[in-house]
């Protein structure tokens, strides 16, 4: 049974003309003539960088007049992408760090991981009740689900990737590379020649998403820090071994480099063109146990070869915006091409939320959270809601475009 946080977002709040009547504040500025009273009233609808900020619940203000005011449109193009009358909803709020949405289109559900609480959520279309679907999930990050239906995950506690059949069983998919433990995965996505390609940064390598390395390792280097306190028998006794790779899992179990950690320093969030033409890999900052520079917030693009070997590497967005950096996380890719990432802009406020980009690199649009958002996913029965998996809640909107499946 879910804790008391778990539940869907539905916490009231005073509404602005409450607020002022409550503090005397109407009084005085009637009583102040027309100036101060016009400054008092919004002069449109509220956003995510106005004071007092936008409540996103259920039983805050209207905000949708006809286009939602998070909702920005910085090229033409993205107009036929939104959905004029679709407002921003946040779905649910109480979670600690929230990561890897997937949607699964036969059950109509969405799972998403609270990384550091080790539990998957679940989200219910029909009624929008949202319940613990997993836990232990071995703090997991990236989720999606292949042609198959079924869930892949990618577990940082355990360092490994798992499948979860459609019979109830779990599959260890891949958690070594030429006899060396993988340092913590961290988002997947399906091809249709059935292989899985993965990519595996150090994130997990800490307390509070998964297990530091032994004594000596790079995340732990002087000892003082215990990684088997709180944890399972067998858990706190491995190291970083490994470059900040990504790896392609073959049908026949066989496991792949494809990128290395010199053409992308950890790689994080990773998607296919609709086509499979095309892979898109995210690079982040500098993890736990980085003894380099680390990555660089930005993202980067592929061609696949029909022998799924990668070529023709090019920088496709440096995600820098107005002078601030919107860190790229997770990455989905819509049926016309257009690139979607999360943004993570750390304390600048109004840039945190999605960037979506053309198939070319250039910035069409972005959608203004007022949360770090980690990660995102298509779903929906007509897979045309984008769900966003941001800091401590879910958001989703709908669009006038389809995600491109499955996961």
């Not at 340092?183 to 595996?200: C, L």
């Not at 006794?237 to 950890?266: H, K, M």
């Not at 660089?296 to 440096?318: A, P």
């Amino acid at each position: 049974m879910a804790e008391q946080t778990d539940r869907p977002d539905d916490r009231g709040a005073l509404s602005r003309r409450t607020l002022i009547s409550a503090t005397g504040l109407g009084v005085l500025a009637a009583a102040a003539g027309p100036v101060l009273a016009q400054t008092a009233a919004p002069v449109g609808p509220p956003s995510t960088v106005t004071n007092p900020p936008r409540d996103f619940s259920p039983r805050g203000q209207p905000t949708t007049y006809f286009w939602d005011p998070d909702i920005l449109t910085i090229d033409p193009a993205f107009g036929g992408l939104a959905q004029p009358n679709a407002p921003i909803q946040r779905l649910w709020t109480g979670g600690l760090w929230c990561e890897g949405p997937a949607w699964n289109a036969q059950g109509q559900y969405l799972v998403w991981s609270d990384i550091p609480r080790n539990r998957q959520m679940r989200w219910l279309e029909d009624d929008g009740r949202v319940s613990v679907f997993r836990s232990p999930s071995g703090n997991s990050n990236g989720n999606s689900f292949d042609f198959q239906g079924r869930q892949l995950s990618c577990e940082h506690l355990n360092r490994r990737v798992v499948r979860y059949e459609l019979d109830g069983s779990a599959t260890v998919l891949a958690e070594s590379f030429e006899g060396k433990r993988l340092n913590s995965p961290n988002d997947i996505a399906a091809h249709p020649d059935g292989s899985y390609w993965f990519t595996d940064p150090p994130y997990g390598g800490q307390l509070y998403e998964g297990a530091p390395d032994v004594a000596g390792g790079p995340s732990n280097a002087n000892g003082r820090i215990n990684p088997r306190l709180g944890q399972p028998p067998g858990i706190g006794f491995w190291r970083r071994e490994l470059p900040t790779n990504c790896y392609r899992i073959d049908p026949s179990g066989r496991i792949d480099l494809v990128v290395t950690e010199a053409q992308v320093p950890d790689p994080n969030g990773l998607c296919f063109s609709p086509d499979f033409k095309k892979l898109y890999v995210a690079s982040t900052g500098k993890g736990p146990g980085d003894t380099g520079p680390g990555g660089k917030g930005d993202i980067h693009v592929f061609d696949v070869g029909t022998d799924n070997k990668l070529s023709n590497q090019k920088l496709f967005s440096d995600c820098m915006l107005d002078g601030v950096k919107c860190g790229p996380d997770g990455l989905r890719c819509d049926v016309e091409g257009n690139l979607w990432a999360s943004s993570n802009a750390g304390r600048s406020v109004g840039y945190s939320g999605v960037l979506c980009f053309n198939p070319a690199g250039k910035l069409i649009g972005r959608i203004r959270l007022p949360e770090i958002c980690g990660n995102i996913c298509f779903g929906g029965p007509k897979r045309n809601r984008l769900f966003m998996a941001a800091s401590q809640s879910l958001y989703a909107v709908y669009l006038g475009t389809q995600g491109a499946g499955p996961g």
